[in-house]
T-cell receptor, first 113, second 114 residues
Framework: EAGVAQSPRYKIIEKRQSVAFWCNPI?????LYWYQQILGQGPKLLIQ????????DSQLPKDRFSAERLKGVDSTLKIQPAKLEDSAVYLC???????????FGPGTRLLVL | AQSVTQLGSHVSVSEGALVLLRCNYS??????LFWYVQYPNQGLQLLLK??????LVKGINGFEAEFKKSETSFHLTKPSAHMSDAAEYFC????????????FGKGTMLLVSP
């Protein structure tokens, strides 16, 4: 069974630029999560989708971050404009359903200069 | 509200020695507890989880953890460390009502020397 796929693996941009990350969850998984992991800290949930609907986006900085999960499968997380403090690893995870074990992708490492 | 405290950002052991990684939690409701491992440049992998059944939980790669409600702890142990255990370990908590909302600790880097 294929795991959670993410791309790109690495991205370097300058502040005020925009960037987008892509996630393909495990086939059949209804729930998808985006986490931000800043160096030296544990992952922090940004947004949770159930199929193509948002369940929790309380910690998503909505003035610059946006996410969508069209058709309830793949998801895209966008940052526009990026700030220096957005430098982090962005992890995508999926689970069969809400409340089930979460499986994580390898992450996208973002560096904002 | 939930939170997790992992004592020690780095733990060093010799190969063959006991591994003990500490995790204390705070939760206003009965918790579910998890340990994840993260190898360099990889995502998180679930080691084990406590979901209010047996208090001693066995996971993959010889790891186990014991839920102690009186101490609000969920420490991770392994009798004999291998070089391949070197990685970062994260403890996480979620409410018993459903473990979608994971709150992670800051992580403990395990270093294993020959």
């Amino acid at each position: 069974e294929a795991g959670v796929a993410q791309s790109p693996r690495y991205k370097i941009i300058e502040k005020r630029q925009s960037v987008a990350f892509w996630c393909n969850p495990i086939s059949g998984h209804a729930t998808l999560y985006w986490y931000q992991q800043i160096l030296g800290q544990g992952p922090k949930l940004l947004i949770q989708f159930q199929n193509n609907g948002v369940v929790d986006d309380s910690q998503l900085p909505k003035d610059r971050f946006s996410a969508e999960r069209l058709k309830g499968v793949d998801s895209t997380l966008k940052i526009q404009p990026a700030k220096l403090e957005d430098s982090a690893v962005y992890l995508c995870a999926s689970s069969l359903d809400s409340g089930e074990t979460q499986y994580f992708g390898p992450g996208t490492r973002l560096l904002v200069l | 509200a939930q939170s997790v405290t992992q004592l020690g950002s780095h733990v060093s052991v010799s190969e063959g020695a006991l591994v003990l990684l500490r995790c204390n939690y705070s939760s206003s409701v009965p918790p579910y507890l998890f340990w994840y491992v993260q190898y360099p440049n990889q995502g998180l992998q679930l080691l084990l989880k406590y979901t209010s059944a047996a208090t001693l939980v066995k996971g993959i790669n010889g790891f186990e953890a014991e839920f102690k409600k009186s101490e609000t702890s969920f420490h991770l142990t392994k009798p004999s460390a291998h070089m391949s255990d070197a990685a970062e370990y994260f403890c996480a908590v979620s409410p018993e009502s459903g473990y979608s909302t994971l709150t992670f600790g800051k992580g403990t880097m395990l270093l294993v020397s020959p």
